[in-house]
């Protein structure tokens, strides 16, 4: 009987690993569907899908026009992060075709993406303190928003919550 305990304390632990899996598994599924992973998974696989098959993975990148419109520019990216790489590319001015366009930028120059964050179709990003320097447009930051959350839009981001060196704009 004594060499068999280890048998015993082994099938026991086993049986509680497997108890506590099945009472925490409706949680994590829960958890999965709130914060829409499933979604952003499929997302990145046919997006690495494209990119392997040759084609160059793109962000549509908006940017005012000065009829008061936006118009969305298609930008090569690698395609690894796409959120990421979208306001990296709106950050960094328009391209010359927009600016054959008059396209112009809302966001001030040096700006820089801190970080960003996707839980489900909401979108945190943390921008440096140049964000809010007065431009020749506005001294609010409203036409900044504006452009990231339409640059963000084809993204399917519905929300973009904007901080300033990890601090939240109202």
């Given amino acids: 009987m004594r060499r068999w305990w280890p048998l015993y304390l082994t099938f026991a632990l086993i049986i509680i690993l497997v108890l ?41 990148v908006a940017f005012p026009l000065p009829s008061s419109t936006y118009r969305l520019y298609s930008l090569p990216i690698e395609g690894r992060l796409p959120y990421h790489e979208t306001i ?42 140049e964000f809010l320097i007065p431009t020749a447009w506005e001294e609010g930051y409203t036409l900044r928003r504006e452009q990231i959350e339409r640059s963000l839009a084809p993204l399917q981001i519905e929300r973009v919550n904007i901080l300033v060196e990890s601090k939240l704009l109202d």
């Fill in 20 to 60: 506590a899996t099945l009472i925490a598994l409706p949680r994590i599924r829960r958890a999965f569907d709130e914060a829409d992973v499933i979604p952003m998974v499929k997302n990145y696989l046919s997006q690495q899908q494209e990119r392997s098959k040759g084609s160059q993975a793109m962000a549509e």
């Fill in 88 to 129: 990296e590319r709106l950050l960094e001015g328009p391209p010359y075709v927009a600016l054959k366009d008059g396209a112009v930028t809302y966001i001030p120059p040096k700006t820089t993406l801190l970080g960003l964050t996707v839980r489900g179709k909401i979108a945190f990003v943390d921008l440096s303190k």
